[in-house]
């Protein structure tokens, strides 16, 4: 549950900027950069105040601004409880590079934070941004690597088609020869052919077959 008088309590404070006449000279950061031993420009401990800002609101409008669907409420009142590992996890549900979002996004998460009517939203962008360093920091970013496999493409992986029959060209043989006994091949067998007229050629086969027995007669 979040700190609901959080944002009565805490001001939005950020870490110290560079001034904007030395930093458009390079491309370095736009925080001051912190000295090996020096204490956290942007200590833990000012973290959690400005993430117990906070209110969970019923509608998160934050949520419905970002468009990533960051679940912000979420992690926000994990950083506050000092639970950073769960809170990587709920920023890596919907985010696969907050490295980069944290520092490039341009927060419209923080214009529709409902406390940005009085002109002083939560540091939602910030609060990503530590939550991200403190992961890396930690070791609990770790390259994912796909499941072992042959490459694909690779003959090995590629699926064989069953053996279909092979189709000839040529026209099929007889499947039957008119005996010497039999009828010529100019009596032909119809519906009004003569009982006596044994043998037609089908147009399917290309040979002589024998017509069924017509009576005694026949």
Same mark, same amino acid.
């Given at each position: ?19 904007? *006449? +030395? ?8 925080? +001051?950069?912190?000295?090996? /031993? ?8 000012? +973290? ?19 468009? +990533? ?16 590992? *769960? ?50 920091? *930690? /070791? ?8 072992? /496999? ?69």
């Amino acid at each position: 549950m979040a700190d609901s008088t959080g944002f009565l309590k805490f001001e939005r404070g950020l870490p110290p900027r560079r001034p904007v *006449e +030395v930093r458009i000279r390079d491309w370095k950061d736009v925080y +001051v950069a912190r000295q090996n /031993g020096e204490d956290p420009l942007f200590p833990t401990a000012e +973290v959690r105040k400005q993430a117990a800002r906070c209110m969970d609101c019923g509608i998160p409008f934050c949520h419905h601004a970002c468009p +990533v669907a960051n679940l912000i409420p979420e992690w926000n009142d994990l950083a506050r409880r000092d639970d950073w590992h *769960e809170a990587i996890e709920r920023l890596h549900a919907t985010n696969n590079f907050p490295e980069f979002t944290g520092k490039l996004c341009p927060a419209p998460c923080e214009g529709s934070c409902v406390l940005n009517l009085q002109e002083s939203p939560v540091t939602i962008k910030q609060i990503e941004w530590e939550i991200i360093d403190r992961a890396f920091e *930690e /070791g609990w970013v770790q390259p994912q690597t796909p499941p072992s /496999g042959p490459a694909r493409g690779s003959p090995s992986s590629a699926r064989v088609p069953p053996a279909w029959p092979r189709r000839s060209s040529s026209p099929a043989p007889a499947t039957t020869s008119p005996s010497t006994s039999g009828p010529t091949a100019s009596a032909g067998c119809s519906a009004t052919a003569s009982p006596s007229s044994r043998w037609r050629r089908p147009s399917s086969t290309g040979g002589w077959t024998r017509c069924a027995p017509r009576g005694p007669g026949s």
